[in-house]
């Protein structure tokens, strides 16, 4: 099972690029790697999933490297609204046993 | 609008009392699944369903009991027997059970606050 490594916290300023890097050093063949997004008593919204390279959707990107041992979620121009707490998830369903675990996340915060 | 929908969205339990939470998805999906999260805290698995009349044990099963008799529903139940049950409650279903993958992603509900009083 992938065991995710992210920062605790992050600060920024509206109208920003923010990149945050997840660590997962022991991602197996098979895993896709998964972010999301969640504001204080809410449940956590998905944002984006990738495999490998690149992708891109409306509201972020992924960007994997070769050896799929860290990823970067990357949010272009950041609002007030994008302080939220983000969990890079990895793993798979073993058996039909949910192997997925979530850790702290990390908290950004957006500053105007 | 297709989702998971979980209610109540608080909920107040005397000591010595069982407690239900609901959770209801038309998202057709086979997979279901209970956390809870305490404040500051990730997602920790209570139980999970494959399928209808189907749940296993997830990490802190203890002290919560689960039925799925039918597909779009998955309650659970807080008992006595869990002594510190205040937390964030969130339900979660995926497509089928399996790996994750493009098209089989979990999807989570808007999450329920029990507080023992």
């Known amino acids: 099972l992938a065991k995710t490594t992210q920062p605790i916290s992050m600060d920024s300023y509206e109208g920003q690029e923010v990149n945050i890097t997840c660590s997962h050093n022991?991602?197996?063949?098979?895993?896709?790697i998964t972010w999301y997004q969640q504001f204080p008593s809410q449940g956590p919204r998905f944002i984006i999933q990738?495999?490998?390279t690149k992708v891109t959707n409306e509201v972020a990107s992924l960007f994997i490297p070769a050896d799929r041992k860290s990823s970067t979620l990357s949010l272009p121009r950041v609002s007030l609204s994008d302080t939220a707490v983000y969990y890079c998830?990895?793993?798979?369903?073993?058996?039909?046993?949910?192997?997925?675990?979530f850790g702290a996340g990390t908290r950004l915060a957006v500053h105007p | 609008d297709g989702g998971i929908t979980q209610s109540p969205k608080y909920l107040f339990r005397k000591e010595g009392q069982n407690v239900t939470l609901s959770c209801e998805q038309n998202?057709?999906?086979?997979?279901m699944y209970w956390y809870r999260q305490d404040p500051g805290q990730g997602l920790r698995l209570i139980y999970y369903?494959?399928?209808?009349?189907?749940?296993q044990k997830g990490d802190i099963a203890e002290g919560y009991s689960v039925s799925r008799e039918k597909k779009e529903s998955f309650p659970l139940t807080v008992t006595s027997a869990q002594k510190n049950p205040t937390a964030f409650y969130l339900c979660?279903?995926?497509?089928?059970?399996?790996?994750?993958?493009?098209?089989?992603?979990?999807?989570f509900g808007e999450g329920s606050w029990l507080t023992v009083v």
């Open positions: 979660a279903s995926s497509r089928v059970p399996g790996q994750i993958s493009s098209g089989n992603t979990i999807y």
């Open positions: 022991n991602i197996a063949t098979n895993d896709y």
């Open positions: 990738g495999y490998k």
């Open positions: 998830l990895v793993g798979r369903f073993s058996g039909g046993y949910n192997k997925l675990i």
């Open positions: 998202l057709n999906h086979d997979a």
């Open positions: 369903s494959q399928i209808v009349n189907d749940f």
